[in-house]
């Protein structure tokens, strides 16, 4: 082979050679199993559930999850608005018929005002399927955090 000849076919080869590369090189970041970085108070949490959760249900979430916080007062609206609903309301007001007929709460107890302030106090987080976010209340205890966020994630890959 002559000196141009063999110049040629190496630029032949090497132009197809150069662009697999790129092509590879520009792939591998998404390639590198890199976890994705969750922003907020509790970006820990999340970062840490995932994985584990993952791994455990054998699926993968197809985005990572969307995690919100709110104020005590913005999950009693939440709560408010679910108790508010003409279906939730006719089974909830029958539950209650039922419940004080067979004197397992008093008859003077407002139960939908008592849940919602007892869910208002107790709620730590929670995931909103119209949403699709996970909720979480500003200032709960990292302790707890923790546990509720592994498990509204799981409502979250089923979803």
Same mark, same amino acid.
Not at 9 to 32: K, N, T
Not at 69 to 76: F, H, L
């Given at each position: 082979?002559?000196?141009?000849?063999?110049?040629?076919?190496?630029?032949?080869?090497?132009?197809?050679?150069?662009?697999?590369?790129?092509?590879?090189?520009?792939?591998?970041?998404?390639?590198?199993?890199?976890?994705?970085?969750?922003?907020?108070?509790?970006?820990?949490?999340?970062?840490?559930?995932?994985?584990?959760?993952?791994?455990?249900?054998?699926?993968?979430? *197809?985005?990572?999850?969307? /995690?919100?916080?709110?104020? %005590?007062? =913005? &999950?009693?609206?939440? #709560? !408010?608005?679910?108790?508010?609903?003409?279906?939730?309301?006719?089974?909830?007001?029958?539950?209650?018929?039922?419940?004080?007929?067979?004197?397992?709460?008093?008859?003077?107890?407002?139960?939908?005002?008592?849940?919602?302030?007892?869910?208002?106090?107790?709620?730590?987080?929670?995931?909103?399927?119209?949403? *699709?976010?996970?909720?979480? /209340?500003?200032?709960?205890? %990292?302790? =707890? &955090?923790?546990?509720? #966020? !592994?498990?509204?994630?799981?409502?979250?890959?089923?979803?």
């Amino acid at each position: 082979m002559t000196l141009n000849r063999t110049l040629a076919f190496v630029s032949d080869v090497s132009r197809p050679a150069f662009i697999g590369a790129l092509a590879i090189v520009a792939m591998v970041p998404a390639c590198s199993g890199k976890k994705p970085k969750y922003e907020g108070p509790y970006a820990t949490q999340v970062g840490q559930a995932v994985p584990m959760i993952e791994s455990a249900i054998g699926l993968k979430f *197809k985005t990572p999850p969307k /995690v919100e916080t709110r104020s %005590k007062a =913005q &999950v009693r609206e939440f #709560v !408010t608005r679910q108790f508010k609903d003409a279906k939730a309301m006719r089974e909830f007001a029958g539950q209650e018929r039922a419940y004080k007929r067979l004197g397992l709460i008093p008859d003077t107890l407002k139960l939908q005002q008592f849940l919602i302030g007892l869910l208002e106090e107790q709620i730590v987080g929670f995931y909103d399927p119209g949403t *699709k976010v996970l909720y979480l /209340v500003d200032g709960s205890a %990292k302790d =707890q &955090v923790g546990i509720i #966020v !592994t498990h509204e994630l799981v409502h979250s890959l089923q979803d």
